[in-house]
Nanobody, 115 residues
């Protein structure tokens, strides 16, 4: 079973950037689609970005042009480069495959965008 550990979050000012990493304890090569998800306080978890094994990507409209998802199968790692961050991007960010597997949810990494 794969365990996923997210890192890279923090406090950043509006307009700033962060790069999140999701490292798997096992191989993600066999997982077709990996994704980043987020949950803001008082809101449901939402899908932010997806990437297939061959690099096809998909983004929620609110992050298009600002976020970039990538994966390195050799390093069992998925990344989320976040630029031009906005206060509404504040959330706990998680990675999981798509469709999600309940047992794969990790602790997430907190991203706070505030001046």
């Amino acid at each position: 079973q794969v365990q996923l550990v997210e890192s890279g979050g923090g406090l950043v000012q509006p307009g700033g950037s962060l790069r999140l990493s999701c490292t798997a304890s096992g191989s993600i090569f066999s997982i077709d689609v990996m994704g980043w998800y987020r949950q803001a306080p008082g809101k449901q978890r939402e899908r932010v970005a997806l990437i297939s094994r061959v690099g096809i990507t998909n983004y929620v409209d609110s992050v298009k042009g600002r976020f970039t998802i990538s994966r390195d199968n050799a390093k069992n790692t998925v990344y989320l480069q976040m630029n031009t961050l906005k206060p509404e991007d504040t959330a706990v960010y998680y990675c999981n495959q798509f469709p999600t597997v309940p047992d794969y949810w990790g602790q997430g990494t907190q991203v706070t965008v505030s001046s």
